[in-house]
């Protein structure tokens, strides 16, 4: 099993959908949790963390279930500007790695 | 006024040459990390660097050499390139006293070995 998985989708919606991505992560100690974002042929840059609380930022609204070790990101009124690879990312402890997730692509069009 | 800046952008090279790609950051962190992402877009660490010492070094073939001259500056030097070393090499940095989720990479090296 992979430490992290995704959906590589494509998604493909229209403008103004909603839309939500799944990730799972194979490590029960991993301690905190993150979306990035990484649009075609640039960086990845940091959307968001993920708590246990679960977590909102705008259109975007991010889980964590522990017990099913399970993280989602929730895409409200989507915009053509939210074209993009979402990266799931697990981090176990400091001083290890992150491990980044092979990544969900969103296409939103007109 | 980069934060990460990453030299060259694109590299092309044939099998066996040896070359280096520069990594700089100005915005005062202490840790630093190289990733490799392949032609599958899987993003993997290779190393990481906290005040110039070495202290992530995952599975990665001894042709490939970090050395951190400053806290400011992690290069990656790789020996004998190989057709599978083509990738886009990233560098990224974490600010001191944060969790290591907040990373700030840079844009990129684009790296094809003929």
């Known amino acids: 099993r992979k430490e992290v998985e995704q959906d590589p989708g494509p998604f493909n919606v229209p403008e103004g959908a909603t839309v939500a991505f799944n990730c799972t992560y194979s490590?029960?100690?991993?301690?905190?949790f993150f979306w990035y974002r990484q649009d075609c042929r640039k960086e990845p840059k940091l959307l968001m963390s993920?708590?246990?609380s679960g977590n909102e930022d705008g259109r975007f609204t991010a889980q964590l279930n522990r017990a099913s070790q399970y993280i989602s990101l929730l895409i409200r009124d989507s915009k053509l500007s939210d074209s993009a690879t979402y990266l799931c990312?697990?981090?176990?402890?400091?001083?290890?790695?992150?491990?980044f997730g092979k990544g969900t692509t969103l296409s939103v069009s007109s | 006024d980069t934060a990460v800046s990453q030299t060259p952008k694109y590299l092309v090279t044939q099998m066996g040459n040896d070359k280096s790609i520069k990594c700089e950051q100005n915005?005062?962190?202490?840790?630093m990390y190289w990733y490799k992402q392949d032609s599958k877009k899987f993003l993997k660490i290779m190393f990481s660097?906290?005040?110039?010492?070495?202290?992530i070094n995952e599975t990665v073939p001894n042709r490939f050499s970090p050395k951190s001259p400053d806290k400011a500056h992690l290069n990656l030097h790789i020996n004998s390139l190989e057709l599978g070393d083509s990738a886009v090499y990233f560098c990224?940095?974490?600010?001191?006293?944060?969790?290591?989720?907040?990373?700030?990479f840079g844009p990129g090296t684009r790296l094809t070995v003929l």
């Open positions: 660097y906290n005040n110039k010492e070495l202290i």
């Open positions: 915005l005062g962190h202490d840790t």
């Open positions: 993920v708590y246990s």
């Open positions: 490590n029960s100690a991993s301690q905190s």
């Open positions: 990312v697990v981090h176990s402890q400091a001083g290890t790695a992150l491990i």
């Open positions: 990224a940095s974490r600010p001191s006293g944060t969790g290591d989720g907040e990373q700030f």
